[in-house]
Nanobody
C-alpha cells in the first residue's frame, strides 16, 4: 500500500507561481514513477508531468512545457511540481499519482485557482 498526500495548492493571479508537494509513504520501494495529473471542471483528467524514479527522466504535457518543472526528493519520498507563469487555463484540481506494480494510487487532490 502507498499513501500520497498533496499540499501547496491555492489561489494565485495569472503570471504567478505555486509549488505543489506530494509526500509518499508506505511501500514506496514498489513505485516506479510518480506523476501529476489535473482535472478542470467539465474536463477529463489529464497527465501534466511524470518523473521516472530509476532514470530521473521527466515528461511534460505540451501545455505546460517550459513553465512547470517536476522534481523528486528521494530522501523525503516527496514529489514536487513547480508551476511558473500560471495561466487561467491551469485552474484545476491537481492529483499526485503513483503506479505500483499492477495498481496505481492517487492522492486526494489539491485545488489550484488562477485568476486574472
Amino acid at each position: 500500500q502507498v499513501q500520497l498526500v498533496e499540499s501547496g495548492g491555492g489561489s494565485v493571479q495569472a503570471g504567478g507561481s505555486l509549488r505543489l508537494s506530494c509526500a509518499a509513504s508506505g511501500d514506496t520501494i514498489g513505485i516506479s514513477a510518480m506523476a501529476w495529473y489535473r482535472q478542470a471542471p467539465g474536463k477529463e483528467r489529464e497527465l501534466v508531468a511524470i518523473f521516472f524514479n530509476g532514470s530521473g527522466r521527466t515528461n511534460y504535457a505540451d501545455s505546460v512545457k517550459g513553465r512547470f518543472t517536476i522534481s523528486k526528493d528521494n530522501a523525503k519520498n516527496t514529489l514536487y511540481l513547480q508551476m511558473n507563469s500560471l495561466k487561467l487555463e491551469d485552474t484545476a484540481v491537481y492529483y499526485c499519482n503513483a503506479p505500483y506494480y499492477t495498481r496505481e494510487f492517487w492522492g486526494q487532490g489539491t485545488q489550484v485557482t488562477v485568476s486574472s
